[in-house]
């Protein structure tokens, strides 16, 4: 199945934006509904994450930003295109009242970026990273993937700092 998304950010709310990890991938905005025109591959049954770090502007209210995905069924090449508009009011402003599985993820992406000495992380630490992935597994208690998480940040610090 071929699927696409795109997020359309609204410039009178957000200030600047970026797809964390992927600040070079991109398709031009006439080219998501070419249906030619390759986004990138995810294989069949897998999931992906996209994270975006987004600035709003202060006071900002409003759409924020207008999710599409588009995808082409593999037996009938149909393509059905769906959309999903988000507002500021729809945002938490402190990140422990998000979901555990959201706070998951940004912190594994901020591992990531410490990792491969990024610029976006120069103020970030494994310290704190570790300090963040504690906290997390709290809610997350017996959940695998976050108990092997916290072991990866415990030895990425130990040889690192």
Do not use: C
């Not at 422990?96 to 706070?103: A, S």
């Not at 916290?150 to 040889?159: F, G, M, Y």
């Amino acid at each position: 199945m071929d699927a696409k998304v795109q997020v359309d950010f609204n410039p009178a709310v957000v200030m600047r934006y970026r797809l964390v990890g992927f600040e070079n991938r991109a398709i031009a905005d006439d080219e998501f509904r070419d249906n030619t025109v390759d986004a990138g591959e995810i294989g069949a049954g897998h999931t992906v994450t996209a994270l975006y770090e987004i600035k709003l502007y202060p006071e900002a209210y409003g759409r924020v930003a207008t999710v599409y995905m588009r995808w082409e069924d593999p037996d009938t090449r149909a393509v059905t295109e769906i959309s999903k508009d988000f507002d500021a009011n729809e945002i938490a402003y402190d990140f422990r009242e998000t979901d555990p599985y959201f706070q998951r993820a940004v912190v594994v992406a901020e591992y990531a970026e410490i990792l491969k000495d990024s610029y976006w992380a120069e103020e970030g630490s494994l310290s704190a990273v570790y300090k963040e992935t504690e906290r997390i597994s709290e809610y997350l208690y017996r959940d695998d993937v976050m108990d092997e998480f916290v072991d990866l940040v415990r030895q990425a610090r130990r040889i690192r700092e």
